[in-house]
């Protein structure tokens, strides 16, 4: 199987940051891509500041701290991408716009042996596969957030997806980034949010009749089931647009009630009220 010693990573947010870290951090040449240039900066000035606190920690040794820095390069410009092993997408989560930008990707990466891989947590793979014209190249690859921190990765197959391109991001996952890597049909929300979002937006729901407070449905899941965090704090963490999304995604896909986003998290979405990324949510973190 063909190496990986290149990446593109596409997107400077949050996930597109934490990718790009541990991919620097095992020795790989990564190219961090976002609309603008000085977007694709301020993502590298994110990852150079959790490098550091990395170093400070004693997780990682200054000389690999610096070679990790070394071997990042930004880009506002798809263009660049186009002789990279493996393009990982990690834009906003809608469908029409990792649509068109698969198309994109698929007319500018050029080596034939090239993956495009998406971060997607729920969109099923298939359908940015069918924006190319190569589906048995393109794959799921969901890390979860902090990508530094968090052991997991989702690889999602579709139909198409060749298993010479499976074995390659299953070793990518596991061998090269140290990760644990689980396989997934390609059904919206895979296993984890499948699981999980239900349970967030059970919380929202609560909340939203006046069951309890935010506060105390999280202190009832933290002490009372020894959760690391509570379904709402949880909820703030991955961005309530995100939860959103999800679980529009999974509601399209199952028309199961429990996947719906409820009124009380459509209405905060809507206020521009998405959790810590925006400094309030279900909890203030202004101060944080």
């Known amino acids: 199987m063909t190496s990986i010693k290149h990446v593109g990573v596409v997107g400077a947010g949050q996930m597109g940051r934490g990718i790009t870290e541990v991919c620097a951090r095992a020795g790989l040449h990564v190219t961090l891509c976002d609309v603008t240039?000085?977007?694709?900066?301020?993502?590298?000035a994110g990852v150079a500041d959790s490098l550091l606190k990395a170093e400070k920690r004693g997780t990682i040794a200054p000389e690999d701290r610096a070679h990790a820095l070394a071997g990042i390069s930004v880009t506002g410009d798809l263009v660049r991408l186009a002789r990279a092993d493996l393009?990982?997408?990690?834009?906003?989560?809608?469908?029409q716009a990792k649509t068109a930008?698969?198309?994109?990707?698929?007319?500018?990466?050029?080596?034939?042996?090239?993956?495009?891989a998406s971060n997607t947590?729920?969109?099923?793979?298939?359908?940015?596969?069918?924006?190319?014209g190569r589906p048995e190249a393109v794959v799921g690859l969901h890390f979860f957030n902090p990508v530094p921190v968090m052991p997991l990765v989702e690889v999602i197959p579709s139909l198409q997806t060749s298993k010479t391109t499976e074995l390659r991001v299953r070793a990518f996952a596991g061998e090269i980034l140290g990760k644990k890597a689980i396989v997934t049909e390609d059904r919206a929300?895979?296993?984890?949010?499948?699981l999980l979002v239900p349970y967030l937006l059970a919380a929202v729901r609560m909340v939203g009749s006046g069951t309890a407070t935010a506060e105390d449905i999280d202190t009832g899941m933290t002490a009372g089931c020894a959760h690391p965090m509570g379904p709402l704090r949880l909820a703030d963490l991955i961005g309530l647009d995100t939860v959103a999304a999800i679980g529009e995604a999974l509601y399209e896909?199952?028309?199961e009630p429990l996947y719906a986003p409820p009124p009380l998290l459509r209405r905060m979405v809507e206020s521009g009220l998405l959790g810590r990324k925006s400094g309030q949510g279900f909890f203030n973190y202004q101060a944080a």
């Open 87 to 95: 393009v990982i997408e990690a834009a906003v989560e809608d469908e």
């Open 189 to 194: 929300g895979f296993v984890v949010n499948s």
């Open 121 to 132: 947590s729920s969109i099923p793979i298939a359908r940015l596969a069918a924006a190319t």
């Open 253 to 255: 896909e199952y028309r």
């Open 101 to 116: 930008l698969f198309r994109q990707l698929d007319e500018i990466v050029t080596d034939p042996a090239a993956i495009l």
């Open 37 to 44: 240039e000085d977007r694709a900066r301020a993502g590298l």
